[in-house]
């Protein structure tokens, strides 16, 4: 096998993909939206609605951090398997709040 051969299969440098440009009026948009969401978190904590004041909130954090994780940290134009990782976290996330939310319904606060 000839030295170049060698240095083909040898060859472990990893490809270099071309990054995804976003544009800046995309990410004034998106600062826009989490503004709004930041304004609707303050609005809603003025608002009574009982056991649901958390669930709103949590809601809105949500919406927030999936914005954050799609455009800022750029999840959208990353590969099929970075998408799925950050997606079983987020999952995980879910059942773990909501779990938490379930103990914190079902508790009874106004029989103390």
């Known amino acids: 096998m000839s030295a170049h051969k060698v240095n083909e299969v040898l060859d472990t440098e990893p490809t270099h993909h071309a990054e995804h440009m976003v544009s800046p009026k995309i990410y004034a948009l998106i600062f826009g939206a989490l503004l709004l969401g930041t ?13 649901f004041n ?24 990353s590969s099929r398997l970075t998408k799925l990782t950050v997606a079983a976290g987020f999952f995980t996330f879910i059942v773990l709040i909501t779990m938490s939310l ?6 009874a606060w106004g029989l103390w």
């Open 39 to 51: 304004g609707l978190t303050v609005a809603a904590s003025y608002i009574e609605m009982g056991d």
């Open 54 to 77: 958390a669930v709103v909130a949590l809601g809105i954090a949500c919406t927030k951090a999936v914005l954050v994780i799609l455009f800022f940290m750029h999840v959208k134009y």
């Open 102 to 107: 379930t103990d914190y319904i079902s508790r």
